[in-house]
């Protein structure tokens, strides 16, 4: 298993159309469709029941969890779930749970059974670290009990149902301690996937992937006017000095607690976001219905189902061209990147990949402005011409070198040069 190799697709069960309690069978039947998109692993939000007391809108949040043992009836069955899992492995995709180890829905069956597993305010009443959270309640993992509970849950799910791997909520608000113990009683089972929803350093210890919340905050100043282009890209540069050598970031353009990114962008400039997503260092994470530039935010709180078009659309197409191509090529997946300077770095994004001798050069213009760019090769190339075709349009591209510098030009459709050196 090449982690580097994963492109993964957020699921909301609860929200796929299809009857009540079938939902499981809706997702299996999109299986086809999302392995013809290039998707290859499926991370399903919270399957289990909700809780009904303090809950947030009609059907409560799918964080708000009120038996880890359980399938939320709306969704579908445990025997469905099997199956989905099932059809999944046939077609050679990996299949992720979420799990919410922080906290539990007010009303979940361990309250009651084992209230000493909570953490307590000064009057002994179940609280919560966050207040806004009002529809949970914290757990203590001073408790070794607790512990072994969570473990065995997660067990469970691997033993009687293959899952693959977890996505860990808030994973920074459950002890490092704890996720090394799980790690250690959970890895002679199966060799599993573990995201944290984290961007600390050290989580590293116990994960093989974090999300890149710090990048992408820096990115949504961007597009929203706060911050420039450089100041987004310089700090991706930093990222290589914070965390572990060969670490791996999750990326992403939105997810479900962060807005549509269709909503900021114009479906141009979109296309080099997503261009940027599928070739940047990290594994790309794309979002139920992002893959149609959506522009409706999730709803996890109420009754709703995703609104996805019976056609597919040109950021379909782009999405499914781009993942494709990122799992064929080894050199994502093998290969090393690094930013190369250039002259509008408030304007203009360039990265080159190298693997052996196969090279992807990107230069994306996310701001549509068409001009020049003169790239500067110092240290990796003096003198020479490359001939290289655009993975975006199959456009052949002449890129003459000389004396480390390369003009090129940039317009509205992103550059992904793909190019082998003899």
Known sequence: MNLKNLIIYEAFARAYPGEKGKKFLSLEKDLERLKGMGINTVW??????????????????????????????????????????????????????????????????????????????????????????????????????????????????????????????????????????????????????????????????????TYDYDGYY?????????????????????????YPRGYIKMRFLENHDQPRVAKFLSRESLMHWIAFLFTVKGVPLVHNGQEYALKEDLDIFNEYTLPIPGEENEIFSLHRKLAHYRYKTNVFSNGEMIFIRNDQPERVISYLWRHGNRFILCVLNPLLENTSVTLDFSGIWENICIHSKNVFNDDIVRVSVKNSRAKIKVGREPLILSFVLY
């Not at 820096?218 to 914070?242: A, P, V, W």
């Open 218 to 242: 820096r990115f949504r100043d961007f597009i929203e006017g706060k911050n420039s282009l450089r100041e987004y890209i310089d700090f991706l540069r930093m990222q290589d000095h914070m």
């Open 44 to 209: 399903l939000m919270p399957i289990h029941p909700t809780g009904v007391e303090g809950r947030k809108g009609t059907l409560g949040s799918p964080y708000a969890i009120r038996d880890y043992y359980e399938i939320d009836l709306l969704i579908g069955t445990k025997g469905d779930f099997k199956k989905f899992v099932k059809r999944a492995h046939e077609l050679n995709m990996y299949v992720l749970m979420d799990m919410v180890l922080n906290h539990a829905a007010v009303d979940n069956v361990l309250v009651k059974k084992h209230p000493e597993w909570f953490l307590r305010d000064e009057n002994g009443n179940p609280t919560r670290k966050v207040p806004d959270w009002s529809d949970v309640v914290d757990f203590d993992y001073s408790n070794g009990e607790l512990r072994e509970y969570m473990i065995n849950m997660m067990r469970y799910w691997v033993e009687e149902f293959d899952v693959d791997g977890f996505r860990c909520d808030v994973a920074g608000l459950v002890p490092l301690d704890f996720w090394l113990q799980a790690r250690k009683n959970l890895d002679p089972v199966k060799r599993l996937i573990w995201i944290s929803e984290t961007h600390d350093p050290y989580m590293y210890q116990a994960f093989d992937i």
